[in-house]
């Protein structure tokens, strides 16, 4: 209590000593302009008053003291802005978020007798493959959209789009974003499939800390998997690698570990289901499906094309979006080094592009390399195995052995080309000039995606998840969907 006591007087203190620093500049500037009349007086006997030794003029001494205390106070009054600015911030965003928390929760428990339209709803991060995974529950007839509440460069195809709305009324404050969007999904979705880092509140201060319990009090599904960051807790990584390059490609990264470790906690022990893949399963210490990966492509989109490519050099693309994580010198150097040597090899290597400009790329190419230090391969791999292309990628071990030992794949069963930061320039070595060699990789690699990637097979995934937790597909819709789908095969 004292210490609210003291918060308190140190804020009126705050706006008291605000208004003195406007009354004390607007004083020393009328005290700064009689001084300056004085001197351009015609009375000799004042202006003699304000020289010192015939070359110094008391009024540039004292004009310099004045400065001085000018610039003591600026720096109290910016000091005093900057808390004053805290606490209009505080005002905005905790109080903001404390009133709400009643209306939630009548909101919660008025949605639980709300018809719901939709099944699932996959968000609020725009994460490419959700119109996959929409693809994948819809083939198995469930009503699925997308939302999210921002939007990457990468791609901005999704359903429900929560941004555009507060655009659209810019007199929302930023703070009612989340709180908006969640009262949407509990009145509009049955289920939800969303990341350790949360749902709709991920982005709040308090409300993320409650979000679970909002959610079972609707009645609302939660379905947790990862993408990477929202578990990596680099505290817990066996790979020195990986720590070195995050530190250099995201260095305020560090600053995140206690907080994903308690959303981790949070959504470990309440979430409905916890779907595990990926690299991710170093940072997870729980999870009811495990697969390779939840990524899912669509292979009718993503077929190998039909042309045949005229340069004769073998091409290899690369895409980083971090280029020390992804090792990405050590694939420029390799390239650079067999060009030198007399290879016939080009590197294609693109940053920061839209995923159908990526796609269009990528048909023209001969080889694709995902990452040299992660240790599992990403979305990117798996849309370039889609079109029948040989894939380069670091494949950790113990992952491998994981997978092996669950019987979700056989022993050797990876077409991924392994390989690491030093033997890169040896591995791109042995397939140049190796055309029936890489096309046979290619078509393992379609066969491989096909079997584990597709929207048939992680609709299959998806629809046993679903069920589990209690939410089954429209009948009406499965026949129709199924259909189509064989229709595009």
Known sequence: MRYIVYFFLFTVASFIIDELMVYTGRLVVFIQSI???????????????????????????????????????????????????????FLNSYLVEFISIPFLI???????????????????????????????????????????DQVYFITSNFDIRADLFFKKYPFLHHSLLPIFLFVFTIFRYKSLYFYFNGGALWRTRIL???????????????????????VQNMSHCDNLLYKTTMSKDYPGFRMLRNGIEK???????????????????????????LVLAHFTVDTHEWKP???????????????????????????????????????????????????????????????????????????????????????????????ENLFIFEGIIKKNNL?????????????????????????????????????YHSLNKMGEVFDQINKKIGVYPRKKLVKKKYEKYKKKL
């Open 106 to 148: 009548v909101a919660c428990y008025i949605s639980q007798k709300s018809e719901r339209k939709i099944d699932v709803g996959i968000g609020p991060l725009p994460i490419v493959s959700h119109q996959y995974q929409k693809k994948a529950m819809e083939l198995y007839g469930y009503k699925v959209e997308t939302y999210v």
């Open 305 to 399: 094309p039909n042309f045949k490519k005229k340069n004769h050099n073998m091409v290899v693309f690369h895409a980083p979006n971090h280029v020390n994580i992804k090792g990405s010198r050590f694939i420029i150097n390799a390239v650079e080094e067999l060009k030198s040597e007399g290879y016939k090899i080009e590197l294609i290597m693109k940053q920061k592009m839209k995923h159908l400009n990526i796609k269009k790329l990528m048909a023209n190419v001969d080889v694709v390399v995902d990452q040299l230090v992660v240790g599992w391969y990403g979305m990117f791999a798996v849309e370039a195995m889609a079109l029948g292309k040989p894939v380069l990628c670091n494949i950790d071990k113990n992952l």
């Open 35 to 89: 001084i300056r009349g004085l001197l351009r007086g015609k009375k000799k006997k004042l202006r003699k008053l304000f020289y010192y030794k015939e070359t110094k003029s008391l009024y540039f001494i004292f004009r310099r003291i004045l400065i001085v205390f000018l610039l003591f106070f600026k720096i109290i009054f910016q000091i005093n802005k900057s808390y004053k600015s805290f606490i209009f911030f």
């Open 415 to 451: 077409p991924v080309i392994k390989c690491n930061y030093d033997n890169i320039k040896e591995t791109l070595k042995q397939l140049i000039g190796k055309k029936q060699r890489l096309n046979d990789i290619g078509e393992k690699s379609r066969s491989f995606v096909m079997k």
């Open 263 to 289: 959303r981790i906690d949070l959504w470990t022990t309440s979430g409905d289901h916890l779907l595990g893949g990926c690299d991710w399963v170093k940072y997870m210490y729980h999870w009811d499906t």
């Open 208 to 230: 993320w800390r409650l979000e679970p319990h909002f959610y079972r009090l609707a009645g609302v599904k939660t379905i947790i998997t990862a993408y990477g960051g929202d």
